[in-house]
């Protein structure tokens, strides 16, 4: 570093999940180029129910240099494979959204096309069986495979994922603050943020402020004002309410979703306990109802007291305002139906790093940065929608409403071209990758009215042995594979865990 280089300023607003993330990827990767201070109390509490994620966290874990086995110990992390989906298209069915892919795809057309081809040819079996990822799920297996074939994620304790966090990020030289943020001064002549005043009378200045103080929003919003696209109208629900539990049963690999007459109900296996939660919309299900109908379902004895959370799906409209970049809560809500909310962070944090300012902050670079960071949410926002949407549930007022709700134009148009032809385009980098998007499609109750004809290409012994090689290939792959709960015991089991 050239001995003129002033290190940028940075002051990270908030701890928890969104807060440590930050600091420890920036701390990490710019290491002297910054000089970074992340200020939190201890008097607030966090969210801290982002206990289920999705696969691209292995990848943000391998930049910070993370020790697979050890972050699982710490955060007494389980393997995930997907979210079985319970009650969405009808009371009492059920469907899954695996991670990976499902059969083989050709370069023209994806796998659906071949299966479906292979339905009307009198090939009666489920889209299920060429998925290994979902198999295994079922099975209750898991191992890592030396191709790394099987796609997972995981389930994690989040409180102590922060605190994992934040170890790296003081190690990497990040230094923290304990205090409660009093006020945000505004520099008069620029409005960017100059200093943040604490409680205690410290007064914390900065070059960029990075806002992860939750719903609260005190820098993006308190003091920059920068507005709030409300969602509900498309995604109704507003509150959740969320309990610890103790394990009843050896922890599944993967996430459960039951749906109910006014929202759904999420249950997340960790090594030592259990992660409970109902979401509703409050328009039809009262709080106290709420509360009741989550403790009387509860599989295991509940160990913390239950947590309510209310919130309004939505974005800023701006997510960097001058100096400041909100990630996290404070940047806006999608409901945890598909396990996005620590993904959402990663992306910023990691487009953060991508644009860091050497200067001054080039409006240009927020400007990008707004518009990506926006598509991102609006591809998962329409994923969410889907859900709700293609639904034969007409059993309660909430579910009737779901299904004539209008939908965004870009939702309309992947259904109805699914629905149409059995293919899915995905624009740029999203999210969700094609399998994503025809398993919960299939599920949820869309059936293609036609698929591509090149299926038709295979003869009836050809497309015969093609599906049976696939099926046979995902069977002898699952029986090979160890117990999910005895695999994870051996490999990161944590401290005071015993193994199942």
């Not at 959740?240 to 394990?247: C, G, K, R, W, Y």
């Not at 598509?375 to 909430?398: G, P």
Request: hydrophobic residues 40%.
């Amino acid at each position: 570093m050239s001995s003129d280089y002033k290190p940028r300023r940075i002051v990270v607003a908030g701890g928890g999940t969104a807060g440590w993330m930050t600091a420890a990827a920036l701390a990490k990767t710019m290491g002297d180029a910054i000089d970074l201070t992340l200020v939190e109390s201890d008097a607030i509490g966090t969210v801290g129910v982002g206990e289920a994620t999705i696969p691209p966290l292995i990848n943000f874990n391998r930049l910070l240099g993370i020790n697979e086995a050890e972050f699982m110990r710490e955060t007494q992390a389980t393997f995930k494979l997907g979210i079985e989906f319970e009650n969405w298209k009808r009371d009492g069915e059920k469907y899954f959204h695996s991670f990976g892919s499902t059969g083989r795809d050709h370069w023209s057309a994806g796998f659906q096309h071949f299966w479906g081809e292979g339905l009307l040819r009198g090939h009666d079996y489920s889209y299920d069986d060429y998925c290994l990822e979902l198999c295994a799920a079922y099975a209750g297996k898991f191992a890592h495979l030396p191709d790394n074939r099987l796609n997972y994620a995981y389930h994690l304790n989040a409180t102590a994922f922060a605190a994992f966090l934040r170890r790296i990020a003081e190690g990497a030289g990040a230094s923290r603050v304990e205090g409660k943020i009093a006020h945000v001064e505004l520099d008069g002549e620029s409005g960017n943020i100059a200093a943040i005043g604490l409680e205690n009378g410290q007064r914390l200045e900065g070059d960029i402020f990075v806002d992860c103080t939750g719903f609260r929003s005190l820098l993006i919003e308190g003091a920059l004002h920068v507005g709030y696209d409300d969602w509900s109208h498309h995604l109704p629900c507003d509150s959740a309410i969320a309990v610890q539990t103790e394990l009843s049963a050896s922890p599944v690999p993967y996430t459960r979703a039951i749906a109910h007459d006014a929202g759904w109900q999420w249950r997340i296996p960790l090594q030592h306990r259990g992660g409970n939660g109902i979401v509703y919309c409050s328009r039809y299900l009262s709080k106290d109802a709420a509360h009741d109908r989550l403790m009387s379902t509860l599989e295991g004895k509940a160990i913390s007291e239950p947590r309510a959370i209310p919130f309004t799906t939505g974005a800023r409209r701006k997510q960097w305002h001058r100096n400041c970049i909100a990630i996290g809560l404070s940047s806006g809500f999608l409901e945890p139906l598909e396990s996005t909310s620590i993904h959402l962070i990663q992306r910023a944090v990691i487009r953060l790093l991508r644009m860091m300012p050497a200067g001054e902050v080039s409006e240009r670079d927020s400007a990008e940065f707004n518009d990506q960071q926006l598509t991102d949410m609006i591809q998962v926002r329409d994923f969410l929608i889907l859900h709700y949407k293609a639904t034969d549930r007409r059993d309660s007022a909430f579910w009737r409403q779901c299904a004539t709700m209008d939908i965004p134009d870009s939702l309309t148009q992947k259904m109805e071209l699914f629905r149409e032809t059995g293919r899915v385009f995905r624009k740029n980098d999203e999210l969700f990758v094609e399998n994503s998007w025809v398993q919960v499609m299939l599920g949820q109750g869309i059936l293609p009215q036609a698929f591509h004809p090149v299926a038709k290409k295979m003869s009836d012994e050809e497309l015969s042995k093609f599906l049976e090689m696939l099926r046979t290939n995902v069977a002898r792959t699952v029986q090979g594979l160890p117990a999910h709960h005895a695999y994870v015991a051996q490999f990161c089991g944590a401290k005071g865990v015993a193994a199942a």
